[in-house]
């Protein structure tokens, strides 16, 4: 149980497009997931909260018109990475808790990541 | 502000060998603590929480975990390493932010663990 997937594994993009990751909980349901960005060789950052049927919480420096996301329902989420450039160029990871996501006793399962790469 | 510190980039362990990856963390309420593991262009896998009880945590694929509060550590532990246990650990810290709560990861620990 608590399985996360993420839908790319990788893409590769030109410079100026967008790019949607798909964050899925398969086998519950997450009223919160949460979106990372990790850099070679670097710690997990938190880039945003995504909550169902509301606005995302953004981390400060998150650029949330940059970085869109949406949570339309209890077992998805997506963050758009609009007019990409080369630094964002990154491994993106989402997760989502069993619980509310907010406790913090709250697990939280994380998906198996996206390798975006901007040309 | 919370942080978690992991001291050492690479640990390396011969197999069968008992290793420790440490985390130290500096919190202002209950620190809430994990420990999750990450295979290369993989996501983290979860492997043991501590939120309160017995200060010796065990969890996933025999590895265990004592919190120490005086010293505000959280080490993982195995009594005997496996070359497949060769991968990025992360500890984190999760702590009660108004209606929120957010976790904090440390920099990795990245465990060779050779024949």
């Known amino acids: 149980g608590a399985v996360v997937s993420q839908h790319p594994s990788r893409v590769i993009c030109k410079s100026g497009t967008s790019v949607k990751i798909e964050c899925r909980s398969l086998?519950?349901?997450?009223?919160?997931m949460f979106w990372y960005r990790q850099f070679p060789k670097q710690s997990l950052m938190l880039m945003a909260t995504?909550?169902?049927?509301?606005?995302?919480?953004?981390e400060q420096g998150v650029e949330k018109d940059k970085f869109l996301i949406n949570h339309a329902s209890l077992t998805l989420s997506t963050l758009t990475v609009t007019s990409a450039h080369p630094e964002d160029s990154s491994f993106y990871i989402c997760s989502a808790s069993l619980g509310s996501g907010l406790a913090v006793q709250d697990t939280q399962y994380f998906g198996p990541g996206t390798r975006l790469t901007v040309l | 502000a919370q942080s978690v510190a992991q001291p050492e980039d690479q640990v390396n362990v011969a197999e069968g060998n008992p290793l420790t990856v440490k985390c130290t963390y500096s919190v202002s309420g209950n620190p809430y603590l994990f420990w999750y593991v990450q295979y290369p262009n993989r996501g983290l896998q979860f492997l043991l929480k501590y939120i309160t009880g017995d200060n010796l945590v065990k969890g996933s694929y025999g590895f265990e975990a004592e919190f120490n509060k005086s010293q505000t550590s959280f080490h993982l532990k195995k009594p005997s390493a496996l070359v497949s246990d060769s991968a990025l650990y992360f500890c984190?810290?999760?702590?009660?932010?108004?209606?929120?709560?957010?976790?904090?990861f440390g920099t990795g620990t990245r465990l060779q663990v050779t024949l």
């Open positions: 086998d519950f349901q997450a009223t919160t």
């Open positions: 984190a810290v999760r702590v009660l932010t108004g209606t929120a709560s957010k976790l904090t």
């Open positions: 995504s909550n169902e049927g509301s606005k995302a919480t953004y």
